[in-house]
């Protein structure tokens, strides 16, 4: 089986190679095109007595009295506010880059207080801030909640959590964020993963693309793109990133100790060793006989240990893997020991300590 795991890891390695390339939009973000964070702060209603305790919760308390002040009922005391069926909440979204006056977007909401569930509650009238403190949409909504909690006189079953609910577009934007694109002159690629390689790359192939721009590479994650005047600017972009590139990658390999995955990059190399695994495996087994007298004899009956004490010594040998070693060869002198997942990530890094393992080995 982890043979096989192993051949597919190759395969697919091998596979990579005649589709190395990527298109730059999937390895790039465009400098000043990003979401912002909105946060907002409500109410939930119409929970069946699964919402905040007021006494506990004295923000929802509050809440509440300010909502039916404003709905024209006041003059409430608190012995007239004995409800459970509201919880306060927090309310977060996502605002998309280019979000225009209308567009509906996802919202989260959370509990605030000690509710024990948001199942079947409704999101009253939530207005959403961004960091500068001004409204850009409000939220409203039934909720739908993932997980569920049961509860009874001595026991209790929870799924999931119960307290974190999703509205699918349950608020629409109210407020555009100022950004004119075809506006600009220059703009700015960031790279996810920085590397002096790929950015290098990517200024090379659009500069010697047909399209009416011209790019520098600035430093390992940036690359900046200039375009001539009286161009169009958005529809030159949208070629630009559909340019494709082969990005560079890091000599690396990656082990997860719990699971033991490991996941072994393209450009890793080691120089020649002889490696040799093996080990001595020792078993203890206890047990007891009973040793009684004969029959109308006097005497006691005595009880006996017995230890069991069995050695194997497991045969191995020496197997020279040569130097500067790819993928394949590497996996295939892996296989010719004959070691399991857990060996070999012990190998990994006894090649790593003796210095022969040109790459980064991380355990997770």
């Known amino acids: 089986m ?26 790039v973000t465009f400098e000043g095109v990003r979401t912002n964070q909105l946060v907002g702060y409500g109410l939930v209603v119409g929970l069946d007595g699964s919402g905040d305790s007021l006494r506990n919760s004295p923000f929802t308390r509050s809440s509440i009295e300010g909502m039916l002040g404003r709905l024209g009922v006041g003059n409430l005391s608190d012995e007239d506010i004995r409800t459970r069926n509201t919880a306060a909440v927090m309310v977060t979204a996502d605002l998309p880059p280019f979000a225009r006056r209308g567009m509906p977007i996802d919202i989260i909401v959370s509990s605030l207080g000690d509710a024990t569930s948001l199942h079947g509650g409704v999101l009253i009238v939530t207005p959403l801030v961004g960091a500068d403190g001004e409204v850009y949409a409000v939220g409203q909504g039934p909720l739908a909640v993932g997980g569920f909690a049961v509860e009874g006189a001595a026991a209790q079953v929870v799924s999931g959590v119960p307290t974190v609910a999703r509205v699918e577009n349950g608020a629409t934007v109210e407020r555009e964020i100022d950004f004119a694109l075809s506006s600009l002159a220059t703009i700015r690629l960031a790279l996810r993963n920085p590397d002096l390689t790929t950015a290098f790359r990517i200024a090379t192939v659009i500069n010697a693309s047909s399209f009416a721009a011209s790019a520098e ?5 940036t690359v900046e793109i200039e375009f001539p005047e009286k161009s169009n600017m958005p529809e030159t972009l949208a070629q630009i990133e559909n340019l494709l590139v082969n990005p560079a990658s890091t000599a690396r390999v990656v082990v997860d100790s719990k699971s033991g995955t490991i996941v072994i990059g393209a450009d890793v190399r080691i120089d020649e060793v002889a490696i040799s695994q093996g080990g001595l495996t020792v078993s203890v087994s206890e047990s007891a006989a009973v040793s009684q007298p004969e029959p109308f004899s006097i005497g006691e009956t005595v009880v006996i240990p017995q230890t069991d004490i069995a050695v194997m010594q497991r045969e191995s040998g020496f197997a020279v893997v040569g130097g500067q070693v790819s993928l394949q060869e590497l996996v295939d002198g892996l296989n010719a020991i004959g070691v399991g997942a857990r060996e070999i990530i012990s190998i990994l890094q006894a090649i790593k300590a003796a210095g ?3 790459a980064d080995l991380k355990v997770i």
């Open 356 to 358: 022969a393992l040109h």
């Open 2 to 27: 982890f043979r096989r795991l192993l051949l597919a890891i190759v395969l697919l390695h091998s596979a990579g190679f005649a589709a190395a390339e990527v298109r730059i939009k999937d390895i």
């Open 217 to 221: 590479m600035l430093d390992p994650g």
